[in-house]
């Protein structure tokens, strides 16, 4: 799964900007290929590897199928990342594995989210 976060001013000269963000590193680097960023531009920061994008690069990602997440989910994805966890969209938060997949009471959800998991 891609996602986005909010466009905010971070003080760039290019205007306002949002991270492009992955659950593989794999995944951010074919996206940020898709919407013409160049590979040494990935900020590979240990718990949360993420590109910096303009507003014009986010709505391209975004295009491409990343989801546009608020700042604080974007914060509970990441938590969920790197804890071996997994971003329940019904619950809208992060938990184990098996529990999201057993307890879901989507049957539609939890078969799309037992793919996601594998």
Do not use: F
């Amino acid at each position: 799964m891609i996602w986005v976060d909010e466009l905010k001013d971070r003080g760039w000269r290019l205007g306002q900007s949002s991270h492009l963000m992955a659950d593989t590193v794999d995944e951010l680097v074919g996206m940020a290929r898709r919407i013409g960023l160049r590979d040494g531009w990935l900020q590979d920061h240990p718990r949360l590897p993420h590109y910096d994008v303009t507003a014009s690069r986010r709505a391209a990602a975004v295009r491409l199928g990343a989801m546009e997440v608020t700042d604080r989910e974007a914060i509970l994805r990441a938590r969920a990342r790197n804890a071996d966890l997994h971003w329940c969209p019904l619950q809208g938060r992060a938990l184990d594995v098996g529990v999201c997949v057993d307890s879901c009471p989507a049957p539609e959800q939890r078969v799309l989210c037992a793919l996601e998991i594998r």
